[in-house]
């Protein structure tokens, strides 16, 4: 069993289609003893590829691909219904597994050649906008070889383009190089792939991953931490992470929802008014970390504390655009650049996009 | 928890030397950096502490703020400031110079609105006329002695809009009352309950509540532990169900906090809903208790109350 194994598997004719869910990892020691433990009742193997695992079998088996020591593939060709269950429960229970959060503008380009077929753009405000908002819910699903040309075409329209925020696309993949595969990606980096070539597939799951890691590492190294100066005294890196927003037409809806405990926030605090803001002290129940917050009508501040995972924030901004502003975005130039997949150091701070 | 005023200079010192933060970050822009805090500086008249130091390596030059949340100025603080000699501040806040120029200094005093005006008079008459930068809800204005560095003119000089205060990165100090260390305790203590851990130690919290604790002096290390220790028990009290302070014992050193349960024992429903009964907890305090039923003897009482003698006494009674 190894990774040729799994690339034949791909290779041939399967009733089922192979499932990729990337996860993010916080093991501490062995990875062996680490996945046993996540697997509950799951027996895990190793393989002959020492960051290849085996886990489980019959009805419920995932090919554990660790190579990447932040972000682990689960390969599955198991029913999707039964896998995710399997994982959500573990991701749940566990402060230590979080899924990616891709932001929209993750979710293009995936890989030089692709051919984008079919998008699906879904964002649910009900909760975050009072009622009279132009858009609150907008769920459109595009088929065709021009998806994102209608998406275009709505943001054009005034009041709906904060209302645009993909959440699954399709890709018909060529490559000359490695072959041929049909991709479709949901925004909680949860892949669908068959084709012939197993190599693209893991090669676009690692791209997507690859520049989210990026855009992780970036806000982790913006983490507020103290050092000490060599003949006395101290002093201060990094800073709070800020993100901006449309306006916030009901303050109350809006800290009620992003901490009321519930999915996908899954953000704990007490709000306590401020004059026109709020400031809440936080948990951010995903990974149970405390964080606190600045929230002002158009931007709110994050406080990182120095270690903070910088997963934290990117859920929060993958968030807000499916829940209340599609076009929310980054204060930080070179953090909105890893946002909007632009070289560092190189974008306008504006960066107002839905990543179409 | 709004900032305390006296901590509000010092915050709007390191906003201004930090990018991306909602408010101005002008000092940042021109190319200061923030070099320390609480930097140990000698005089001719003695040592003194330097509440901030910032550079801008590219022209040599170094700032000095002393941040004041009240009204008194320190004359004596203000001889050693006026004696302050640069090269030794470049030393001891390892400053990397990138000019062959001499070294610069500008002294500037960063205080509240309200205090401005009597800080600058108490600096002119002690003949130490330092600029200060005032700070108000909505703007940040220079009054005082002129800047020496044009640079610095060129920010400081007049006023700068600001929307509200400015971000807190040193939130705590030796002054904070308990009750600004409640919720973020509470936080970190619910965050454990997330974790499912059973005990956390208060130098633990208070480590992890004060990033800065390292760094401390050993007299307000004692001070913000005991603090945090004390917003302890008051969490425990509020939440006794799910939080137990435990002082310390022959067995135990150290108070810890004992995590008698956490919202992730219960399924998906139930767990969204114990947090958010710790939300509503710490929203509103802790529920009061019920006052206990009467007994029927105080009832059988009350009825004196109720029932007049006049209702009671028999007709044509003598």
């Given at each position: 069993?190894?990774?040729?194994?799994?690339?034949?598997?791909?290779?041939?004719?399967?009733?089922?289609?192979?499932?990729?869910?990337?996860?993010?990892?916080?093991?501490?020691?062995?990875?062996?003893?680490?996945?046993?433990?996540?697997?509950?009742?799951?027996?895990?193997?190793?393989?002959?590829?020492?960051?290849l695992?085996?886990?489980?079998?019959?009805?419920?088996?995932?090919?554990?691909?660790?190579?990447?020591?932040?972000?682990?593939?689960?390969?599955?060709?198991?029913?999707?219904?039964?896998?995710?269950?399997?994982?959500?429960?573990?991701?749940?229970?566990?402060?230590d597994?979080?899924?990616?959060?891709?932001?929209?503008?993750h979710?293009?380009?995936?890989?030089p050649?692709?051919?984008?077929?079919?998008?699906?753009?879904?964002?649910?405000?009900?909760?975050?906008?009072?009622?009279?908002?132009?858009?609150?819910?907008?769920?459109?699903?595009?088929?065709?070889?021009?998806?994102?040309?209608?998406?275009?075409?709505?943001?054009?329209?005034?009041?709906?383009?904060?209302a645009?925020?993909?959440?699954?696309?399709?890709?018909?993949?060529?490559?000359?190089?490695?072959?041929?595969?049909?991709?479709?990606?949901?925004?909680?980096?949860?892949?669908?792939?068959?084709?012939?070539?197993?190599?693209?597939?893991?090669?676009?799951?690692?791209?997507?991953?690859?520049?989210?890691r990026?855009?992780?590492?970036?806000?982790?190294t913006?983490?507020?931490?103290?050092?000490?100066?060599?003949?006395?005294?101290?002093?201060?890196?990094?800073?709070?992470?800020?993100?901006?927003?449309?306006?916030?037409p009901?303050?109350?809806?809006?800290?009620?929802?992003?901490?009321?405990?519930?999915?996908?926030?899954?953000?704990?605090?007490?709000?306590?008014?401020?004059?026109?803001?709020?400031?809440?002290?936080?948990?951010?129940?995903?990974?149970?970390?405390?964080?606190a917050?600045?929230?002002?009508?158009?931007?709110?501040?994050?406080?990182?504390?120095?270690?903070?995972?910088?997963?934290?924030?990117?859920?929060?901004?993958?968030?807000?655009?499916?829940?209340?502003?599609?076009?929310?975005?980054?204060?930080?130039r070179?953090?909105?650049?890893?946002?909007?997949?632009?070289?560092?150091?190189?974008?306008?701070?504006?960066?107002?996009?839905?990543?179409? | 928890?709004?900032?305390?005023?006296?901590?509000?200079?010092?915050?709007?010192?390191?906003?201004?030397?930090?990018?991306?933060?909602?408010?101005?970050?002008?000092?940042?822009?021109?190319?200061?950096?923030?070099?320390?805090?609480e930097?140990?500086?000698?005089?001719?008249?003695?040592?003194?502490?330097?509440?901030?130091?910032?550079?801008?390596?590219?022209?040599?030059?170094?700032?000095?703020?002393?941040?004041?949340?009240?009204?008194?100025?320190?004359?004596?603080?203000?001889?050693?400031?006026?004696?302050?000699?640069?090269?030794?501040?470049?030393?001891?806040?390892?400053?990397?110079?990138?000019?062959?120029?001499?070294?610069?200094?500008?002294?500037?005093?960063?205080?509240?609105?309200?205090?401005?005006?009597?800080?600058?008079?108490?600096?002119?008459?002690?003949?130490?006329?330092?600029?200060?930068?005032?700070?108000s809800?909505?703007?940040?204005?220079?009054?005082?002695?002129?800047?020496?560095?044009?640079?610095?003119?060129?920010?400081?000089?007049?006023?700068?809009a600001?929307?509200?205060?400015?971000?807190?990165?040193?939130?705590?100090?030796?002054?904070?009352?308990?009750?600004?260390?409640?919720?973020?305790?509470?936080?970190?203590?619910?965050?454990?309950?997330?974790?499912?851990?059973?005990?956390?130690?208060?130098?633990?919290?208070?480590?992890?509540?004060?990033?800065?604790?390292?760094?401390?002096?050993?007299?307000?290390?004692?001070?913000?532990?005991?603090r945090?220790?004390?917003?302890?028990?008051?969490?425990?009290?509020?939440?006794?169900?799910?939080?137990?302070?435990?002082?310390?014992?022959?067995?135990?050193?150290?108070?810890?906090?004992?995590?008698?349960?956490?919202?992730?024992?219960?399924?998906?429903?139930?767990?969204?809903?114990?947090?958010?009964?710790?939300?509503?907890?710490?929203?509103?305090?802790?529920?009061?208790?019920?006052?206990?039923?009467p007994?029927?003897?105080?009832?059988?009482?009350?009825?004196?109350?109720?029932?007049?003698?006049?209702?009671?006494?028999?007709?044509?009674?003598?």
């Amino acid at each position: 069993m190894n990774r040729a194994t799994l690339a034949k598997r791909f290779a041939e004719p399967s009733p089922a289609p192979l499932k990729t869910f990337v996860v993010e990892a916080h093991p501490n020691g062995d990875r062996v003893e680490y996945l046993r433990d996540v697997g509950a009742d799951l027996p895990v193997e190793s393989t002959e590829d020492r960051y290849l695992f085996r886990m489980g079998g019959g009805e419920l088996e995932f090919f554990v691909d660790t190579l990447d020591d932040r972000f682990w593939s689960f390969h599955t060709w198991s029913k999707s219904g039964d896998a995710q269950t399997f994982l959500k429960a573990q991701l749940e229970s566990r402060r230590d597994l979080d899924w990616m959060w891709l932001p929209s503008q993750h979710l293009k380009d995936v890989w030089p050649t692709a051919d984008l077929r079919t998008l699906l753009s879904d964002f649910r405000g009900q909760k975050m906008l009072p009622d009279g908002e132009v858009a609150r819910d907008v769920r459109v699903r595009v088929d065709g070889a021009d998806s994102a040309g209608l998406l275009k075409w709505i943001s054009s329209k005034p009041g709906y383009a904060p209302a645009v925020s993909v959440d699954r696309v399709a890709y018909e993949v060529d490559d000359p190089d490695f072959g041929h595969t049909t991709e479709a990606l949901h925004r909680l980096g949860r892949f669908v792939a068959a084709g012939d070539s197993f190599e693209l597939h893991q090669e676009i799951v690692r791209r997507v991953t690859s520049r989210y890691r990026d855009l992780v590492e970036l806000i982790e190294t913006r983490t507020l931490s103290f050092e000490p100066l060599a003949e006395g005294g101290l002093t201060i890196s990094g800073g709070p992470v800020l993100i901006r927003y449309r306006p916030v037409p009901d303050m109350g809806l809006f800290v009620d929802e992003m901490f009321s405990g519930r999915e996908p926030f899954r953000l704990w605090g007490a709000p306590e008014e401020e004059g026109e803001a709020f400031h809440v002290d936080a948990v951010d129940l995903h990974v149970g970390q405390r964080i606190a917050f600045d929230i002002a009508q158009t931007w709110l501040r994050l406080y990182l504390p120095q270690g903070s995972c910088g997963n934290t924030a990117v859920r929060l901004v993958a968030n807000l655009q499916h829940r209340f502003d599609g076009q929310v975005f980054f204060g930080d130039r070179d953090l909105q650049s890893a946002f909007d997949l632009l070289p560092v150091s190189a974008s306008a701070s504006s960066g107002v996009s839905n990543g179409l | 928890m709004p900032l305390p005023p006296r901590l509000v200079p010092v915050n709007a010192v390191l906003a201004l030397l930090t990018a991306n933060t909602g408010w101005p970050s002008d000092l940042f822009d021109r190319g200061y950096r923030l070099a320390g805090l609480e930097v140990p500086a000698s005089t001719k008249h003695s040592t003194t502490r330097l509440d901030a130091v910032a550079a801008r390596g590219v022209s040599n030059h170094v700032v000095v703020a002393e941040c004041k949340g009240g009204g008194n100025v320190d004359l004596d603080q203000a001889d050693k400031l006026n004696a302050l000699d640069a090269d030794g501040i470049v030393r001891t806040a390892s400053i990397d110079l990138q000019s062959a120029a001499p070294v610069t200094l500008d002294v500037v005093y960063v205080c509240m609105e309200e205090h401005a005006e009597r800080i600058v008079t108490a600096l002119e008459s002690n003949e130490t006329p330092f600029p200060v930068l005032s700070i108000s809800g909505s703007e940040l204005r220079h009054l005082g002695a002129p800047f020496t560095s044009d640079t610095l003119s060129d920010v400081l000089v007049g006023t700068i809009a600001v929307s509200g205060p400015p971000p807190a990165i040193l939130r705590f100090d030796d002054q904070t009352p308990v009750e600004e260390f409640v919720p973020v305790v509470r936080a970190e203590l619910v965050a454990e309950q997330s974790h499912r851990r059973e005990i956390i130690t208060v130098p633990t919290l208070t480590e992890r509540v004060v990033p800065q604790y390292a760094y401390l002096g050993k007299t307000v290390k004692g001070a913000v532990t005991r603090r945090v220790e004390a917003a302890c028990k008051r969490i425990s009290q509020d939440l006794p169900d799910d939080f137990q302070f435990r002082p310390p014992t022959g067995e135990f050193a150290e108070p810890a906090v004992k995590i008698l349960r956490s919202p992730e024992d219960h399924d998906t429903r139930g767990r969204t809903q114990g947090y958010q009964r710790l939300a509503r907890i710490a929203r509103k305090g802790p529920p009061k208790p019920k006052p206990p039923l009467p007994g029927h003897l105080r009832l059988f009482e009350e009825l004196d109350d109720v029932v007049t003698d006049d209702e009671t006494s028999e007709e044509g009674e003598a």
